[in-house]
Structures are given as structure tokens and as C-alpha cells.
């Protein structure tokens, strides 16, 4: 409310709070001016909270005069000890529906106090439409969310194009709303994107990064921006739209629990053409476990390539850090969506040590509420201290509770979760039903069935991305242990590997998984299972060769050769690679088949493990001639023409050291380097069309893929200078484009610790 009064009213309110407020939750001692109304000063605000007011039968008319009465107490005491000035306007503000006739019980009991001012009654009703009237409340004080029907407030708030498109976005959060409380890393990412339009969401598991960064999506959304999921660059590149305002969200970015190479190489990649792309329109969210962000940071080269990525510093928003003032509302709102009076005083009891133990965790009270506290109920624990040590030991050990859980599936359902680590992130039903059939028949009927037997515990059904049904992992710690289960099962770490897809076979290289990132090659613990392993490589590569998947896996096993400590298995592992490599190579330079994505992906294995390379000539004269009958044409090349062309050139003059030493290259490379410079002046030229926004948008977009194709070309100054007269250029036509949608976050909470009372304010739980 003083947020309210302050965005309605001007600066010159002042917000007030704590113990010694003097009866004043805001105040003005000057002339207000609203909505072309004066209202003389001193003007006081006082606000009154009463609880369950807005319940189906609630009597709150009592409550509400008590409150009054109360109040009226307490100013009677401060005039008589002159810690007091009149009033010349008296507002009430309640939560509670205000009927007529407590409005003039209130109103008659206020004015016998101040004869002399106007008394202004305000029900929760008056408070709703304030609200409405500031939107950008709901985005600095999300909890607000939910008191209110989500639909219903979409619906009015969000165009409906705008929602289609983010539909997953909204049931991704819809359960976070009632339970969300906005905390210090929130409210950093907020201040990063406006100032980088990227932020990056690091920590611990289970410490609430993938919930701010939905969250905040979430407020964009309000805002009619639409808010994407985007698993990997492609899905930011399918998205993208120049002409409208998107928030991309990539939730893991670089693995789910443990560091992806493939998911790097694809954001380094691709990474230099999204910064570009990013502004006060467009913004993406990156959440990663700290210790995969520095492996991926490490593993990424991005020198030379994203020029305006800023450093880690200036965008990465820690989310490990939670006051006790946090953690307490974290705790308090998860308690009331408890059903009884006994599980809400269960968590009031123990609310001291839970909020104060070291373990304390979001994601472990989310579990505490919706598994622990049910279960003390049914088996009618009551002795206080018992409830706090099983309270306290839930969040201290929950991998103990997840392990007997899990432990008591039968094996067609551990199956059933085993074959969720066969899939990259999230699964549709079709395709994990295909997946579990490799580890036992089982017909479709069977499978649903056991699906929904473990949905809600271990996993949940959702809307993906592409708006269909997915199946996903409740949180990614359970996805952790049911890998350390399998880890703990030679027999099924063999069944597993023998029938693994390539995702399977990245998990088993895996080096940096776990929650501190130290679990590494978690499926091969010895030569036999190395051997296994290399077995299900032979045939998922070879047989027949799919040089696609053979690349993938090259550079997965350059990461985890790099990656272990356990020279055996590395031997093992570079022996197998020279093998697949060396098939590659022999299948590449006889039929001619090779691409330069794939000679991209290959490269960086071949330089790390040694191993021998594919003929570049015919590849290198193929590009060339295909860029020059572009080149002589009319319209530019396409931009990924010119990106292949410039990635080969690059990989030639790092790689192939004698090649690149030939005059036939050298001279190749000049000219079409000269002619390809020429061609951009002529697009210099260019100038945007007020009249013709959309038109504006589409040249914008391309002459910005031109500038980032030419970050392939080479680094030499003149290309350099060119790059930025076209970014430019690109600039002055996105800003004829007509995208309007200014959003900004103001939330300036203060540092309340030394006014926190704990034990008050769990009291009404």
C-alpha cells in the first residue's frame, strides 16, 4: 500500500512501518494533488490487515471495528504524550469488503477523534482498483499475483496473441505464484536485464533460480511482452520476432545436472548472433548451477566472437543468498497453503530452527509442506519437539527421504524414471514410452498407468514448449538421485549403457554432475563398463555410420577425457575415438559429404585428443564458388552462406597450417573477401522508411545477420569497421520498426533485519 499511495500520489508521501510508525503506515505533511484534486496536509494513511477477510462466510465485520477500536486506542495515547500531530485527512485502508454500514461505524468512530478531518473509508474493493491502476506493482510485488484468479487476470491484462505464444511460460508459473516471495537476487535480475537486457541466474541446486527467472518472465508477461522458453539457441532463433517485445528464458542452459558440452558449444556458437539481438525489447535469462557455469564459461571460447557480451560480473545474479527475513516469508507462504489449523501450527512451532538452519533451502520446504507435515499427520505425531527433530531432519537429509521413496517403487516404475535420463531436459509421453521399452514390454496401456503412478512424486506432466504435453522432473535434485541409484546398480548401469540413445552416453562422460558438481563418469566406474560403453558408441556411430551423432559424441569424450583422473578409462576413451574418427575421415574424403557444421563440431576433439583429419580442398573450393556466383548476382549472399564460408576459412588457417600457407588459398580467400565488402557499401546506402514499420523490422533483421555473419569472416580492422556501420545501420531501422513497450521494476525494499520479529510474525499462521 505504500508502494500504492507513492505511484499514485507523488514522492512527497512518506512511507512509514515497523513498531514506530506512530500510527502512521504512510504520511504527507504538505498539499497532495490526485487526479486534479488538492488534498490538504498533514494528511495520515493508515492501513489495516485482517485475516481471512476475503473468505467464503467470513464474518469480518467485527474484526474490522476491532482494528478501529484499537487504533483509536493507541492515537488517544500518542496525543496524550504529544507524540502526535492533527490531521486535516484521515485514510483507512483494509483489506476486508466494506459495506455501508461499517463504513459508517468506522467513519463515525474515526471522526469523534479527529472532528476537524475528512475520513476517506477504503475496502478491499477501493484497494483492487488502485491496483489496476499501477500494473507495475504486480511486477515489483509479484506475491500479489496470487489474490487473484491468474486466468481471469491474463485475460484482462495480456493480449491474447501475446498469451497464445506463452502459454508454457504461464503454466510453468502458475504454481509458483501463491508460494513466490521476491528476494534480493529477484530483485538484481530485474535491475541487470534493464541494464544489459541479459542476466544470468547461478547457485546452488534448490535454492530458487528457476523460480525468479519465471517469475520475472512472468511480469513481462503482464506487461505484454511474450515470455519463451528456449531450451537451446534454435529455439531463441525460431522465436525471435524484431517487431514485438520477448522475454526468452533457457533454464539450464548448459546441462540440467551436470555440464552439457553439446549445450556449450551450441550457446558459443550461436551466442554472438543472440547479443545482438538482445535489447529494451528483447531479453534473455540464463539459469545454471554455479559450478556449470564456470565449466561452460572455461570450455566456451567467446573472445573475438561476442564483442558486447559483458563480463560474468556485470550480469551473473547469485541466488544463494537469503536473509532471514526471506527465508521466514518463504516458509510462511508455503505454511499457508496448508489445509489444516495442526499442519499450519506444526510449522509455526518449528518455525525457529527452519528458518534458521543452515539447510534451509525453497525447494526443501516446498517438499516439507506438500510431503513431510501430510505424513506427521496421518501417523498423529503431536509432541512438539518429535515434530521439530522430523521437520529439521527433512531439510537437513532430504536425499535420505528421496531415496526411500524411491527405493520403494517397484522396478517397473524405477524403470520408468531410469529411462527419463535417455531424454535431453523434458520428455513428450510418446517418446519416454519408446525409451522405457528398450529396459521391458510393456504395452501403451500398462505404461500410462505407471506414468501417472509416479507423476506428482518424482515427476510432472506440463505443456512444453510447442504447446504439447510433456513429462518432466518435479525438480532437477531428483533427476540427481536417480542417477546416484543407478550409479549404486552394476546390472542396470549395464542394461542402461547397452541400450542408451546419445543422450545416455553424454550422461555416462559426464564429468562435473552432482550438486557440487565432484560426480564424474557416473556410469563407469572400471574397464568392464568402459568397455560396455564403448560397445553402444561402436553401434549407435557405426552401425550404420551417422556421422552426426559421431561428431556429438567426439566432443563428449574429449570433455570427459580432459575432465577425469582415472588414466585407464582416458586411454580407453582416446583409443575409441581415434576408431570413430578414424571412419569418419575415411567416409568424408570418399564420398565428399562433409559439412562445415559438422567439420566445426569435429575440430575441436580432433585438436584436443589428436586425432587425424578429413581432406579440406574440395570442401574449401565448393564454398568459394558458391559464394561467388552470390556474389555476382544482385542481392547480397545469405547471411549463413557467408557465415560457413568464414567459419571454414578460419578452421583452414588454424588447422591446416600447409594448406592454408597456399597461394591457391590465400589468394581465394582475398577475393572473395574484396568482393563481399563491395557488395556491403552498396547495402551502406540504405536508408529506413518511416512510413513502412514492419518493412523497417525485416531489414533491420537482416542487415543485423549480415553484420553478425561478417564476425565469421575475420577480425582484421577493416572488417571490424564495417561491422559496426551495419550494426548501426541495423540500429537506425529497428528504430523505425515501431516496437513500444516500456517496462521497468522499482522496488526499493529497505534492510528491515534489526525490526524482523520472528516469533510475530508466524503468529497468525
Not at 212 to 228: C, E, K, N, P, S
Not at 687 to 693: T, Y
Amino acid at each position: 500500500m505504500q508502494s500504492a499511495l507513492k505511484a499514485e500520489l507523488g514522492l512527497l508521501v512518506e512511507a512509514w512501518g515497523g513498531s514506530g510508525d506512530f500510527g502512521r503506515d504512510a504520511y504527507c505533511p504538505v498539499r497532495l494533488h490526485s487526479g486534479g484534486t488538492e488534498i490538504d496536509g498533514p494528511t495520515i494513511f493508515q492501513v489495516k490487515f485482517i485475516e481471512n477477510a476475503n473468505s467464503a462466510g467470513a464474518d469480518f465485520s467485527a474484526a474490522v471495528q476491532h482494528a478501529t477500536a484499537k487504533e483509536v486506542s493507541r492515537i488517544q495515547k500518542r496525543r496524550a504524550s504529544r507524540d502526535w500531530i492533527e490531521p486535516r485527512n484521515y485514510f483507512f485502508y483494509t483489506n476486508a469488503p466494506v459495506a455501508s454500514r461499517s463504513r459508517r461505524s468506522i467513519e463515525e468512530a474515526l471522526q469523534h477523534e479527529f472532528p476537524q478531518a475528512t475520513i476517506h473509508i477504503n475496502g478491499g474493493s477501493d484497494i483492487c482498483a488502485l491496483l489496476d491502476l499501477h500494473p507495475e506493482l504486480r511486477r515489483s510485488f509479484p506475491e500479489l499475483l496470487s489474490l487473484r484468479d491468474l486466468d481471469a487476470l491474463l485475460k484482462d491484462a495480456v493480449n491474447a496473441e501475446v498469451l497464445q505464444r506463452s502459454l508454457a511460460a504461464v503454466e510453468e508459473t502458475r504454481e509458483l505464484v501463491p508460494v513466490f516471495v521476491p528476494t534480493q537476487a529477484y530483485d538484481k535480475t530485474w535491475r541487470v536485464l534493464e541494464e544489459h537486457s541479459f542476466a544470468v541466474l547461478d547457485g546452488p541446486p534448490e535454492m530458487g533460480k528457476t523460480a525468479i527467472a519465471r517469475t520475472v518472465a512472468f511480469g513481462h508477461l503482464l506487461a505484454d511482452w511474450q515470455a519463451i522458453d528456449c531450451r537451446r539457441p534454435g529455439d531463441f532463433f525460431a522465436a525471435y520476432d524484431g517487431r514485438l517485445p520477448q522475454i526468452f528464458v533457457a533454464d539450464d542452459a548448459f546441462g540440467r545436472t551436470e555440464f552439457d558440452p553439446t549445450l556449450a558449444n551450441e550457446w558459443e556458437r550461436d551466442l554472438p548472433k543472440i547479443i545482438t539481438r538482445l535489447d529494451t525489447k528483447h531479453r534473455l535469462i540464463w539459469t545454471t548451477r554455479k559450478h556449470i557455469l564456470q565449466r561452460a564459461l572455461y570450455e566456451m571460447d567467446l573472445s573475438g566472437k561476442a564483442r558486447k557480451f559483458p563480463s560474468p560480473g556485470e550480469i551473473v545474479v547469485t541466488a544463494e543468498d537469503l536473509s532471514l527475513e526471506e527465508r521466514a516469508r518463504i516458509l510462511y507462504r508455503h505454511g499457508k497453503l496448508l489445509a489444516t489449523h495442526m499442519g499450519r501450527d506444526f510449522i509455526r512451532r518449528a518455525s525457529p530452527q527452519l528458518v534458521n538452519d543452515k539447510h534451509f533451502t525453497p525447494e526443501r520446504i516446498r517438499r516439507l509442506v506438500t510431503e513431510v507435515i501430510p505424513e506427521l499427520l496421518n501417523d498423529g505425531r503431536a509432541n512438539d519437539e518429535e515434530i521439530t527433530q522430523a521437520l529439521v531432519a527433512a531439510i537437513r537429509n532430504p536425499s535420505d527421504r528421496m531415496r526411500k521413496s524411491f527405493r520403494k517403487l517397484s522396478d517397473q516404475h524405477q524403470w520408468l524414471l531410469i529411462s527419463m535420463l535417455q531424454m535431453h531436459n523434458q520428455a513428450g509421453p510418446s517418446a519416454l514410452f519408446q525409451c522405457f521399452q528398450d529396459f521391458g514390454q510393456v504395452t501403451q496401456q500398462q505404461f500410462d498407468v505407471l506414468l501417472d503412478q509416479v507423476v506428482g512424486t518424482f515427476v510432472k506432466r506440463k505443456m512444453g514448449t510447442w504447446r504439447s504435453e510433456v513429462v518432466d522432473w518435479i525438480h532437477p535434485s531428483y533427476r540427481d538421485l536417480v542417477i546416484e541409484e543407478l550409479r549404486e546398480r552394476p546390472d542396470r548401469r549395464e542394461a542402461f549403457i547397452n541400450n542408451a540413445s546419445i543422450t545416455g552416453l553424454i550422461l555416462a562422460l559426464s564429468t562435473t554432475g552432482g550438486a557440487d558438481g565432484d560426480r564424474s563418469l557416473p556410469l563407469m566406474p572400471d574397464s568392464a563398463a568402459t568397455a560396455t560403453f564403448a560397445n553402444r558408441a561402436r553401434h549407435l556411430c557405426l552401425s550404420p555410420l551417422d556421422t552426426g551423432v559421431l561428431t556429438v559424441l567426439l566432443g563428449a569424450i574429449a570433455t570427459a577425457v580432459q575432465g577425469t583422473d582415472e588414466p585407464k578409462i582416458a586411454d580407453a576413451l582416446r583409443t575409441l575415438a581415434h576408431e570413430l574418427a578414424a571412419e569418419a575421415v575415411k567416409f568424408w574424403n570418399s564420398s565428399g559429404k562433409l559439412y562445415v557444421f559438422e567439420l566445426q563440431r569435429f575440430i575441436g576433439p580432433a585438436k584436443s585428443l589428436g586425432l587425424p583429419l578429413p581432406d579440406i580442398n574440395d570442401l574449401w573450393l565448393s564454398h568459394c564458388q558458391e559464394l561467388k556466383e552470390a556474389l555476382g548476382g544482385h542481392g547480397m549472399p545469405d547471411a549463413e552462406e557467408i557465415e560457413d564460408w568464414g567459419d571454414l576459412r578460419n578452421i583452414i588457417e588454424v588447422s591446416y597450417g600447409r594448406f592454408a600457407a597456399s597461394n591457391d588459398f590465400m589468394i581465394s580467400a582475398r577475393d572473395i573477401e574484396e568482393s563481399l565488402f563491395e557488395r556491403v557499401e552498396d547495402e551502406l546506402s540504405r536508408s529506413p522508411d518511416p512510413s513502412e514499420p514492419d518493412d523497417n523490422n525485416n531489414e533491420a533483421d537482416r542487415i543485423a545477420s549480415l553484420a553478425d555473419a561478417l564476425g565469421h569472416v575475420g577480425a582484421t580492422g577493416a572488417n571490424e569497421f564495417v561491422r559496426l556501420r551495419l550494426t548501426t545501420l541495423a540500429d537506425e531501422f529497428r528504430s523505425y520498426a515501431g516496437v513500444d513497450s516500456d517496462l521497468s521494476y522499482d522496488r526499493k525494499d529497505t534492510d528491515r533485519a534489526a525490526l524482523f520479529d520472528l516469533e510475530a510474525f508466524f503468529r497468525d499462521l
